[in-house]
């Protein structure tokens, strides 16, 4: 029986790579895999999935106003879909995900952020906490040891930004994968200069 995956992290947390590592899995036991990805990813070029280990792979590329249950029907027939960046999803196609693993019969992994740099859902991982039959954080570290939950964005100085757009494609120039506590102590600290 098919479901609907939801695999979250914070940002480094291999994510991607672990996205890739599982195509690679379907494909060495001989079946297809439709990786997708949405479109206002476009980092590593339109239409790539990068990890920050190297690892790469072409995807289709969806955009909001498409229909996902409608471009997979002209992708033809596959095995499993594993997308990736599933957070920049709008809440209407996890919605076709699910009806495509109910309808199809077919596994769909989702690999993604669940929160903004705010600690606020994104739409696409809203919806993905709210239908998926399994749900799996992928661990990383803050740099005080403790598991990190946030996605603090930072400046050019290293301060962290606590206001701003929910959306701003970055990667560890932008980014650092925080404890909870440590953000917290960070606004405070920079509340106090």
Known sequence: MAKLYFKFGAMGSSKSAQALITKFNYEELGMSVWLIKPSIDDRDGADIIKSRIGLSASAQVITPEQSIIEEYKKAGKYDVIISDEAQFFTPEQIDDLRNLVDDEDIPVL????????????????????????????????????????VNARIDENGNIVYRGNQVMLGGNDSYVAMCHKCWKEGRKIQRSK
């Not at 929160?115 to 859902?121: A, C, E, K, M, S």
């Not at 998926?132 to 990190?148: L, Q, R, Y």
């Open 110 to 149: 989702c690999f993604g952020l669940r929160t903004d740099f705010q600690t606020h859902f994104f739409p696409g991982s809203k919806r993905l906490m709210e239908l998926a039959d399994s749900m799996t954080e992928i661990k990383t570290v803050c740099a005080c040891g403790k598991k990190a939950t």
